[in-house]
Structures are given as C-alpha cells and as structure tokens.
C-alpha cells in the first residue's frame, strides 16, 4: 500500500499568518495517464470531510484562493495563507493512484 | 444541489451484520462512483471500496474483503453498504462520498456511526 506521510502532525498559527502541510508518497502519484491524483481535504469538527485541492493543485469550485497546492512526484504541500478562525480542523492529503487508496494521517491545525 | 444523505445512526451486537445506505439526489446516480470511507473514533480516514452504480461494478481494499459488501440500488438512487461479522474494531463513522472522475471525492453523506457492543 502507498504511504502517505504528513508533516507536521499539528501545527499552531496566528490568525493573518500562513499555514504549510507537507504530504509525502511512498510512490510516485503520477499515473500512466500523465495526471497526479492527489487531494486536499478539510475535516472541521464534527463534520464530514470537504475537498479543496484536486490533481494535485486545483482548487475546488467555491474554494478559497488562500489555498493552494503544489507538488509532483512524491512530494506535496498545501499551503493556507491568511489563516482565519474557520480553517481550523483536520487536514488530509489522498492519493487515488494507487490501489489502495489511501490517506495520509492527517495535520490538525490550531489558531493561536 | 448534489446531496448525499445517509441512515441513521446503529447500535449493534457483535458477529451481527448491518446494512447501511446513501441516498443520492441531485445528480445522475448512475455517472459517478460511489465511495465508501471509515473514521473509527479520533482516527484518521481509511477507504474501504467503491461501487460504479452504472453497472454495479466494485473495488474493494482488500482489508474489507469480506467484511463490507457494496451494492446499489438504481431505482431509487441508494448506494449500500453491508458489513458483517462485526467486532468493536468496526466500531466507526461511515461516510459515502461520490467520485469524480476517478480523481477525488466532491460530495460527501454526512456520515454513519455504527456502535458494536453487547
């Protein structure tokens, strides 16, 4: 199975400062197709999981700009810029490369 | 609007099954796999399978072989999911989440938390 490995497990940030969680793969996520398939996902407390990033950097119909996400290969970062008091939560990175599928462990984000 | 909405909450003994659904509204059921994912209690997210409603095609994590059995119901527009032979390891939220373009989940159910105890 493909490992998703996300740093740093939780991280503290001041409201207006910038977030980075990092995803690393055991495998490469490019696929045979020449697409990336890795997603972002949000989990705020008590709720379902809300996609934000798909492919690896594209952001989601209604997502905030203040997200973005890069990487290719086996390495990936989302980045939040200008934190704000409602992307707290649990942050999860997802291949869908690789069968399996499989989550990284998650990155809980706490406001200062 | 794309809604996926889920049963109720179980509370069920242990080596019992349960069967739980995902109703689908919004959208062309039969376009889009259906995904199934479990959140055991303060744990991260662990992907179960999915199921094509299309032409009820499935994919199983081979950890889930046996344990959850996928199917839908295309007239009614319900994706389900069967588990069985369950323990206290079963014990989890349930969500199902509609895929796209075999990439990512757009929409998720508002997830299922099924309790074994005796």
């Known amino acids: 199975d493909v490992v998703m490995t996300q740093t740093p497990v939780s991280l503290s940030v001041s409201l207006g400062n910038q977030a980075s969680i990092s995803c690393r793969s055991s495998?490469?996520?490019?696929?045979?197709?020449?697409?990336?398939?890795l997603s972002w996902y949000l989990q705020k407390p008590g709720q379902s999981p809300q996609l934000l990033i798909y492919?690896?950097?594209n952001r989601f119909s209604g997502v905030s700009n203040r997200f973005s996400g890069s990487g290719s290969g086996t390495d990936f970062t989302l980045k939040i810029s200008r934190v704000e008091p409602e992307d707290l939560g649990v942050y999860y990175c997802f291949q869908h490369t690789h069968l399996p599928l499989t989550f990284g462990s998650g990155t809980k984000l706490e406001i200062k | 609007q794309v809604q996926l909405q889920q049963s109720g909450a179980e509370l069920v003994k242990p080596g019992s099954s349960v069967k739980i659904s995902c109703k689908a509204s919004g959208y062309t059921f039969t376009s889009y796999d259906m995904h199934w994912i479990k959140q055991q209690p303060g744990n991260g997210l662990e992907w179960i399978g999915w199921i094509y409603p299309g032409n009820g095609n499935t994919k199983y994590n081979q950890k889930f072989n046996g344990k959850a059995t996928l199917t839908a119901d295309k007239s009614s527009s319900t994706a389900y999911m069967q588990l069985s032979s369950l323990t206290s390891e079963d014990s989890a939220v349930y969500f199902c989440a509609r895929g796209e373009f075999g990439a990512y989940f757009d929409y998720w159910g508002q997830g299922v938390m099924v309790t074994v105890s005796s």
């Open positions: 495998q490469s996520l490019l696929h045979s197709d020449g697409n990336t398939y």
């Open positions: 492919l690896a950097s």
